[in-house]
Nanobody, 120 residues
Framework: QVQLTQSGGGLVQAGGSLRISCAAS????????MGWFRQAPGKERELVAA???????NYTDSVKGRFTISRDNAKKTVYLQMNNLKPEDTAVYYC??????????????WGKGTLVTVSS
């Protein structure tokens, strides 16, 4: 396991933008896939976006065209840029590290979560 430190988030009006970040404590960062999950009140945690070790990305349908996941291997950081935010995006967002090069390889580390609140 590695320590994942999240930053960013907060309160934004609908239509606004936020960027959240997740910095890893490990010395080797570029061999694992990373993902952003979210959990809204009363709902199950869901995968929002993932980026493989080689940089390929995928998104859940509800955020396609609005969210962008990226990674900076030199900074050992993964980002989630969220544009055109909607009230239904309100949730606690978590970053997670995969055991392998793809998100489907299983997760072994989680950030503590950051709250994103979108007001209408």
């Amino acid at each position: 396991q590695v320590q994942l430190t999240q930053s960013g988030g907060g309160l934004v009006q609908a239509g606004g933008s936020l960027r959240i970040s997740c910095a890893a404590s490990e010395t080797i960062f570029n061999i694992n896939a990373m993902g952003w999950f979210r959990q809204a009140p009363g709902k199950e945690r869901e995968l929002v976006a993932a980026i493989s070790a080689r940089g390929s990305t995928n998104y859940t349908d509800s955020v396609k065209g609005r969210f962008t996941i990226s990674r900076d291997n030199a900074k050992k950081t993964v980002y989630l840029q969220m544009n055109n935010l909607k009230p239904e995006d309100t949730a606690v967002y978590y970053c997670a590290r995969s055991r392998g090069t793809y998100i489907g390889d299983g997760l072994d580390s989680w950030g503590k979560g950051t709250l994103v609140t979108v007001s209408s």
